[in-house]
Nanobody, 125 residues
Framework: QVQLVESGGGLVQAGGSLRLSCAAS????????MGWFRQAPGKEREFVAH????????YYADSVKARFTVSRDNAKNTLYLQMNNLNPEDTAVYYC??????????????????WGQGTQVTVSS
């Protein structure tokens, strides 16, 4: 059983930056693919970014590409999401997720096994 705890959310002005962290415990972190999702009020949870188990392959939603960077430190069992040039449309609760190796699409929430509790990101205009 893997436990995931996000941190680093907050209130930021448009154009600003935030760095989210996701601390993992209870499993072999380096064996899991990791992802970030977000959910705005009244909307479905949407894929943001994915990184493979060894950190060599990343994949982003078009809406965040070139602004967000996903990374991981397997020695620290921690996943990161660096978010730059934020805009109000990025306002959401951000969740990290983990899954074992899978052929299912990474952008599908149901293909992920473990979830954190989420951290709120609010971008003011």
């Amino acid at each position: 059983q893997v436990q995931l705890v996000e941190s680093g959310g907050g209130l930021v002005q448009a154009g600003g930056s935030l760095r989210l962290s996701c601390a993992a415990s209870g499993g072999t972190f380096s064996s899991y693919g990791m992802g970030w999702f977000r959910q705005a009020p009244g909307k479905e949870r949407e894929f943001v970014a994915h990184i493979n188990s060894i950190g060599r392959t990343t994949y982003y939603a078009d809406s965040v590409k070139a602004r967000f960077t996903v990374s991981r430190d397997n020695a620290k069992n921690t996943l990161y999401l660096q978010m730059n040039n934020l805009n109000p449309e990025d306002t959401a609760v951000y969740y990290c997720a983990a899954r074992s190796r899978s052929s299912l699409p990474v952008h599908t929430p149901t293909s992920w096994t473990y979830w954190g509790q989420g951290t709120q990101v609010t971008v003011s205009s």
